[in-house]
């Protein structure tokens, strides 16, 4: 039985971590294009139409640490002679992603479970100082001879020292193993790892951009679903407000005869704030599709950066173009309403694109992970641009209603201020009222008695 790595840049035009090798390994160049998952349907190539920041990192900003692409590696383990294993787990040689060292963990028998082979990821920790941990995302794959039969798991974990390994207890039965798995005897395991640097006070691109479009093949209805959710929970919001006629008309009072110096102050609020509660909501550690989301948050601010750049004056908003207008734009570091507040808090509540239908996918789109050979290029091109402009739309209307639905609080905070203030002026003037009608009493009837008494 041997390890052995293989070399999967050779020419897919991806990045890969290299590993020195030992006279013992062998090389397996058993065509990585059909392996790899829909590797030419996701080849790194963006269509001249999209915008740069579309699944490509060359243009963003990393003077705080690498780029995505440089933190992203494969490695190729095939274990030969499977059926002779007798050892109770099994581990590959080390490869290095994102400057630290990993490798895989098998235990062909199963790790506390029967009749399954387990599955892990390891971070080596043997040489890291205490304190140490590593984020990332990443893919494990079991090759079959038929590639659309391939088994693929992915998951993000933090990697520390209590939990320095991390996978699967019953990644595939073992029946599963003999229907095309385990080849002349052989079983090949493939890895895809993307170490993540993090920024917690913004979004910022997490994955390479070809590992990226993989991932978008399988999890982009449930990116969509994470975002509309959210969409229509602040639809309805604004929505009962505005049902609300007389609460609706009173706020409107109340923000029509705000100062116009505080009311432009209350239109605008800093993107470090915004964006730091963007993170906390979005960003879970524990989703697969938290990096997806955040890199179309990313690019969603990026195209809201480029539209604010490119709009030296807004037009007021019509029926016929308010879906394409921004509500909100970039201004030195400032969120800054694109119009009245008033009328963008009501296309709030009226805007429909959430419920926009996702990009119908033909079905050879369908979510798999292996080239249809059917497939065209052309199609390929488009599904790509396809579906990085649907997620970058998405990401850009979740950031507008995320600082729409931020100044609407802190305007509804005031209001609600405003209100309890005038209240309290009304119980006081209610108090002080029947304060004075009761010092009264003892005086008028004194004068009546005085003139009763004149009477007489």
């Given at each position: 039985?041997?390890?052995?790595?293989?070399?999967?840049?050779?020419?897919?035009?991806?990045?890969?971590?290299?590993?020195?090798?030992?006279?013992?390994?062998?090389?397996?160049?058993?065509?990585?294009?059909?392996?790899?998952?829909?590797?030419?349907?996701?080849?790194?190539?963006?269509?001249?139409?999209?915008?740069?920041?579309?699944?490509?990192?060359?243009?963003?900003?990393?003077?705080?640490?690498?780029?995505?692409?440089?933190?992203?590696?494969?490695?190729?383990?095939?274990?030969?002679?499977?059926?002779?294993?007798?050892?109770?787990?099994?581990?590959?040689?080390?490869?290095?992603?994102?400057?630290?060292?990993?490798?895989?963990?098998?235990?062909?028998?199963?790790?506390?479970?029967?009749?399954?082979?387990?599955?892990?990821?390891?971070?080596?920790?043997?040489?890291l100082l205490p304190g140490w941990s590593h984020?990332?995302?990443?893919?494990?794959?079991?090759?079959?001879?038929?590639?659309?039969?391939?088994?693929?798991?992915?998951?993000?974990?933090?990697?520390?020292?209590?939990?320095?390994?991390?996978?699967?207890?019953?990644?595939?039965?073992?029946?599963?193993?003999?229907?095309?798995?385990?080849?002349?005897?052989?079983?090949?395991?493939?890895?895809?790892?993307?170490?993540?640097?993090?920024?917690?006070?913004?979004?910022?691109?997490?994955?390479?951009?070809?590992?990226?479009?993989?991932?978008?093949?399988?999890?982009?209805?449930?990116?969509?679903?994470?975002?509309?959710?959210?969409?229509?929970?602040?639809?309805?919001?604004?929505?009962?407000?505005?049902?609300?006629?007389?609460?609706?008309?009173?706020?409107?009072?109340?923000?029509?005869?705000?100062?116009?110096?505080?009311?432009?102050?209350?239109?605008?609020?800093?993107?470090?704030?915004?964006?730091?509660?963007?993170v906390k909501q979005f960003f879970i550690e524990?989703?697969?599709?938290?990096?997806?989301?955040?890199?179309?948050?990313?690019?969603?601010?990026?195209?809201?950066?480029?539209?604010?750049?490119?709009?030296?004056?807004?037009?007021?908003?019509?029926?016929?173009?308010?879906?394409?207008?921004?509500?909100?734009?970039?201004?030195?570091?400032?969120?800054?309403?694109?119009?009245?507040?008033?009328?963008?808090?009501?296309?709030?509540?009226?805007?429909?694109?959430?419920?926009?239908?996702?990009?119908?996918?033909?079905?050879?789109?369908?979510?798999?992970?292996?080239?249809?050979?059917?497939?065209?290029?052309?199609?390929?091109?488009?599904?790509?641009?396809?579906?990085?402009?649907?997620?970058?739309?998405?990401?850009?209307?979740?950031?507008?209603?995320?600082?729409?639905?931020?100044?609407?609080?802190?305007?509804?905070?005031?209001?609600?201020?405003?209100?309890?203030?005038?209240?309290?002026?009304?119980?006081?003037?209610?108090?002080?009222?029947?304060?004075?009608?009761?010092?009264?009493?003892?005086?008028?009837?004194?004068?009546?008695?005085?003139?009763?008494?004149?009477?007489?």
């Amino acid at each position: 039985m041997a390890g052995a790595l293989a070399e999967d840049n050779a020419g897919d035009g991806r990045s890969s971590s290299t590993e020195e090798m030992s006279s013992d390994d062998q090389i397996h160049s058993e065509n990585p294009l059909s392996e790899w998952r829909s590797s030419q349907q996701v080849e790194n190539r963006v269509p001249p139409t999209l915008r740069i920041y579309l699944g490509n990192d060359d243009d963003d900003d990393f003077s705080y640490g690498p780029r995505p692409s440089e933190l992203y590696g494969k490695f190729t383990w095939r274990i030969d002679y499977f059926s002779q294993i007798n050892r109770s787990e099994l581990r590959s040689t080390s490869f290095d992603v994102g400057a630290y060292k990993w490798y895989i963990l098998i235990y062909p028998r199963g790790c506390g479970v029967c009749d399954h082979l387990s599955l892990f990821l390891c971070a080596d920790h043997n040489k890291l100082l205490p304190g140490w941990s590593h984020f990332a995302q990443f893919t494990i794959a079991l090759i079959n001879k038929d590639p659309k039969k391939s088994k693929y798991s992915d998951t993000l974990h933090r990697f520390w020292k209590k939990e320095h390994d991390w996978g699967w207890k019953k990644f595939m039965e073992l029946s599963e193993l003999h229907d095309g798995f385990i080849v002349q005897d052989a079983l090949t395991i493939k890895a895809q790892v993307q170490v993540i640097r993090e920024k917690i006070d913004r979004p910022f691109r997490c994955l390479d951009g070809q590992y990226r479009r993989e991932l978008i093949r399988v999890y982009l209805s449930t990116v969509e679903q994470i975002y509309r959710r959210f969409i229509d929970e602040k639809r309805r919001m604004f929505s009962r407000l505005i049902e609300d006629k007389l609460g609706w008309s009173s706020f409107s009072g109340f923000w029509l005869a705000m100062d116009p110096s505080v009311r432009r102050h209350m239109t605008r609020e800093k993107t470090e704030t915004i964006l730091k509660v963007v993170v906390k909501q979005f960003f879970i550690e524990k989703e697969v599709t938290s990096t997806l989301v955040f890199d179309s948050l990313y690019s969603g601010l990026k195209a809201l950066e480029y539209q604010s750049n490119n709009k030296k004056g807004i037009p007021k908003i019509t029926e016929a173009d308010a879906r394409s207008t921004p509500m909100v734009l970039i201004d030195q570091d400032m969120f800054v309403l694109a119009d009245d507040a008033l009328l963008l808090f009501e296309r709030a509540a009226l805007d429909t694109q959430s419920h926009q239908p996702l990009p119908k996918k033909d079905d050879k789109g369908s979510p798999n992970r292996t080239k249809d050979d059917t497939s065209s290029d052309e199609f390929d091109k488009d599904s790509i641009e396809r579906d990085d402009r649907w997620l970058e739309e998405l990401g850009c209307k979740t950031l507008e209603l995320f600082a729409v639905t931020h100044i609407f609080s802190r305007a509804e905070a005031a209001y609600q201020e405003a209100m309890a203030l005038q209240l309290q002026e009304e119980l006081i003037r209610e108090e002080a009222s029947e304060r004075a009608g009761t010092e009264l009493k003892p005086k008028r009837r004194a004068a009546d008695k005085k003139r009763r008494g004149k009477n007489m």
